[in-house]
């Protein structure tokens, strides 16, 4: 690993006070996702899979991610018996931890269902959870973090993404960064649902929002108010054409209708 990264697993281990996430983490110079790297692995609960570029960063809806060094590229893997028979509710966890985790360095929201951005809609961070079974039980969840840190070029593909270093013009204490994501995750794991969900609709803009649902499949588009986020982490639009609609994130994209482009 070569010096010029400041992103530190030995600083890192020294700071970290989180009480299982964290306390093993496998480092990786290039992957082509670390979605790939935990086939090839032992899972374990609070297991962090870092890379430092990936190759073939999956996106969700089947898009790519932009990889290259200076950002943040990691899977946390849970066990899935935190979260019984709910598992959506780690995405809304895990979303709900990095924005406030990055909230503590720039000005951050959440884009339902899992996007942070900027308050002028530039996205910051992805997240995509992805759920490992052993025989017909979910075991792990994997949830995938892609965080725009230290980076700071983007391809022209992607007018709408930022860095919390352009966005706080100057470099980003990654390690600080990654020890408050472990710790408010462990955080809000022990808050029961309706406290994450109030939470977590307080810093998305997408709640209380105009909103134009997209479905990536067929095309078709619904337009509505955002009612709310339900427990099962899908999303009610209260539409005038169809009455009111429940959305998964796995089916739409959702963006506001009076010319945000990305919002
Ligand atoms: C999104 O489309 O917004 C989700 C992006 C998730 C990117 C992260 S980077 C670490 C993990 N490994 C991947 O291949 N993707 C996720």
Excluded at 29 to 49: C, M, N, Q
Aim: contains cysteine; charged residues 25%; hydrophobic residues 35%.
């Amino acid at each position: 690993m070569s010096e010029e990264w400041k992103f530190s697993p030995e600083k890192l281990r020294e700071i970290l006070s989180s009480k299982f996430i964290g306390k093993k983490i496998l480092f990786f110079d290039k992957v082509s996702s670390t979605f790939d790297k935990a086939k090839e692995v032992e899972l374990s609960d609070g297991l962090v899979i870092f890379a430092r570029e990936q190759s073939h960063g999956k996106g969700r809806l089947g898009r790519s991610w932009e990889s290259q060094k200076g950002g943040l590229y990691f899977s946390i893997i849970l066990s899935a018996k935190h979260f019984k028979n709910n598992m959506e509710f780690s995405t809304i966890i895990c979303a709900l931890s990095v924005q406030k985790a990055i909230g503590k360095f720039v000005d951050a929201y959440i884009k339902w269902p899992n996007d942070i951005i900027t308050k002028e809609g530039k996205k910051l961070c992805g997240i995509l959870t992805k759920v490992n079974f052993s025989g017909e039980n979910a075991d792990f969840i994997n949830i995938g973090i892609g965080i725009n840190s230290n980076n700071s070029s983007f391809s022209k593909a992607l007018p709408y993404a930022s860095s919390m270093k352009d966005e706080a013009k100057k470099e980003i204490d990654e390690n600080k960064l990654m020890c408050n994501v472990f710790e408010f995750i462990e955080k809000f794991m022990e808050y029961d649902a309706q406290r994450i969900l109030k939470e977590f609709s307080m810093c998305c803009i997408t709640v209380g929002a105009y909103v134009r649902a997209i479905y990536s499949q067929t095309g078709k588009e619904i337009t509505g108010l955002c009612k709310g986020v339900n427990s099962d982490g899908s999303l009610t639009i209260e539409s005038k054409d169809f009455g009111q609609i429940t959305v998964r994130s796995g089916e739409v994209s959702v963006r506001g209708i009076y010319g945000e482009e990305y919002v």
